[in-house]
C-alpha cells in the first residue's frame, strides 16, 4: 500500500499565504491597528483582537529558535527523509514558524543560526522550509 504523504490543506484565511509560497515568497499578517505580525494565518490580531490584518511580503530570514533531530521517521511517510532536521525558526518579524531546515547535516545546527527560506516542491505543492546562510554571506 503507497502511503499518501500529507500536504496542507489552504483555507480561506490560510490561502494568501500559500499563494505567496507557491510564488517562493513569504507573507506574514500584520496589523493595521497596533502593527503586531501574525502567523499562523488567522482573522483577528492575536495582540490586539483587530480583524484589520493586511498581507505583507517579508524576507523570510531569521535564526533557529529550537530544533531536534528525528532518526526514526517522524510517520510512515517519512521513512526516505531521515535524518529528518525539525526546527522552530523565528523570523527578523518576530513571528516563529514549524519548519524543516534542509540541505545541511545534523552536526551543522546551532540554536542562533542564520537562515533563509528555502521552497521545496512536493507533489505538485510548494512548502515553504529554510536553509542556513553560509558564512560570509549575511
Not at 9 to 38: E, S
Not at 75 to 99: C, S, W, Y
Request: proline share 9%; aromatic share 10%.
Amino acid at each position: 500500500m503507497e502511503l499518501t504523504r500529507p500536504l496542507p490543506i489552504p483555507t480561506p484565511t490560510t490561502q494568501p499565504f500559500w499563494d505567496a509560497v507557491a510564488k517562493h515568497q513569504v507573507t506574514l499578517q500584520q496589523c493595521d491597528d497596533c502593527g503586531g505580525w501574525v502567523f499562523y494565518p488567522r482573522t483577528n490580531c492575536p495582540h490586539c483582537l483587530s480583524n484589520r490584518l493586511t498581507w505583507r511580503q517579508v524576507t523570510g530570514e531569521g535564526h533557529i529558535y529550537s530544533y531536534t533531530v528525528a532518526y526514526r521517521p517522524t510517520a510512515p511517510h517519512f521513512v526516505d527523509e531521515i535524518p529528518q532536521l525539525i526546527a522552530v525558526v523565528e523570523l527578523k518579524e518576530g513571528v516563529r514558524m514549524n519548519t524543516l531546515i534542509v540541505n545541511a547535516k545534523p552536526e551543522e545546527l546551532e540554536v542562533g543560526l542564520a537562515v533563509k527560506p528555502f521552497f521545496k516542491e512536493i507533489e505538485g505543492q510548494t512548502l515553504l522550509c529554510f536553509e542556513l546562510v553560509e558564512l560570509g554571506s549575511e
